[in-house]
């Protein structure tokens, strides 16, 4: 019933700055808690940040917090994430992610949809 499509990564300096963006289709976005997982090969796929239904409210992984930022638009159907201060280790696919339930679901990975994922590469 939903569908996520992220787009914004790319290849990017250490130290630079990027925004993602995921757009969601369906008539029942704002029921969801949104949020950004990333996922480097042959590591698990970890939490990055949430947000619940409003977006007044936001949860970060500690490895980003104070670099990244989510928002919601919940008239455009799309959820951002803008990455500053970005390291090597942020180097991953990133993908979007709804939860019906609650946000502390979606921090655990108890997901309903997730997107196709966008890669994100920062150089040295």
């Known amino acids: 019933q939903v569908q996520l499509v992220e787009s914004g990564g790319g290849l990017v300096q250490a130290g630079g700055s990027l925004r993602l963006s995921c757009a969601a289709s369906?008539?029942?976005?704002?029921?969801?808690?949104m949020g950004w997982w990333r996922q480097a090969p042959g590591k698990e796929r970890e939490f990055v940040a949430a947000?619940?239904?409003?977006?007044?409210?936001?949860y970060y992984a500690d490895s980003v917090k104070g670099r990244f930022t989510i928002s919601r638009d919940n008239a455009k159907n799309t959820i951002y994430l803008q990455m500053n201060s970005l390291k090597p280790d942020d180097t991953a696919v990133y993908y979007c992610?709804?939860?019906?339930?609650?946000?502390?679901?979606?921090?655990?990975?108890?997901?309903?949809?997730w997107g196709q994922g966008t890669q994100v590469t920062v150089s040295s």
């Open positions: 992610a709804a939860a019906s339930v609650s946000t502390p679901d979606l921090v655990a990975g108890r997901v309903d949809y």
């Open positions: 369906g008539r029942t976005f704002s029921r969801y808690f």
């Open positions: 947000a619940t239904r409003s977006g007044s409210s936001t």
